[in-house]
T-cell receptor
């Protein structure tokens, strides 16, 4: 069975500082990895995905993520955080065994002015 | 192009009643996923429909059911509502490939009193 772990329930960062939201996964075969963002009382918005190729993936709103196969990780990063980045972030994985994206529990990102 | 639309936005029901939630996918998407997002539990997979058929279901009791119509829209039915069914129900659509992202609706907030 595939699974995703987001080890931090909450990440706090000051505006202008770099941010990292962690994600590790478990899946059969090659992983398909995704990051989504959710603002209060809204659905999830797609940020970026890793399918194959370059381990550093760039996405929307200046976010990027680094795929590390040996560590089975796909951490979300941004060089300079904005207060407006404050939201709930979800990592998801699908793989050979299942089309169905499996989501982590989510990490609440709080960017302080 | 219209995104995934869900109705109603909010729904209040009494314990023991039935609830019906609706979802219209993005045009051209044949797969519809339903997730339950309860407070603190992340996204729990409920059901997957593709090409009119139920393809998979998550670890939920049979009183959670649904269907997909010929136009690929979908309906989620929850019978014999319980208080713990109170949650945000999210619908997502995709092209039914493992490497494509899912697009989410804004959700239906179901409150059972």
């Amino acid at each position: 069975a595939q699974s995703v772990a987001q080890p931090e329930d909450q990440v706090n960062v000051a505006e202008g500082n770099p941010l990292t939201v962690k994600c590790t996964y478990s899946v059969s075969g090659n992983p398909y990895l995704f990051w989504y963002v959710q603002y209060p009382n809204r659905g999830l918005q797609f940020l970026l995905k890793y399918i194959t190729g370059d381990n550093l993936v760039k996405g929307s709103y200046g976010f990027e993520a680094e795929f590390n196969k040996s560590q089975t990780s796909f951490h979300l990063k941004k060089p300079s955080a904005l207060v407006s980045d404050s939201a709930l972030y979800f990592c998801a994985v699908s793989g050979r065994g299942s089309y169905i994206p499996t989501f982590g529990r989510g990490t609440s990102l709080i960017v302080h002015p | 192009e219209a995104g995934v639309t869900q109705s109603p936005t909010h729904l209040i029901k009494t314990r023991g009643q039935q609830a019906t939630l609706r979802c219209s996918p993005i045009s051209g998407h044949t797969s519809v996923y339903w997730y339950q997002q309860a407070l603190g539990l992340g996204l729990q997979f409920l059901l997957w429909y593709d090409e009119g058929e139920e393809r998979n279901r998550g670890n939920f009791p049979p009183r959670f059911s649904g269907r997909q119509f010929p136009n690929y829209s979908s309906e989620l039915n929850v019978n014999a509502l319980e208080l713990e069914d109170s949650a945000l129900y999210l619908c997502a659509s995709s092209l039914a490939h493992r490497d494509t992202e899912a697009f989410f609706g804004q959700g239906t907030r179901l409150t059972v009193v």
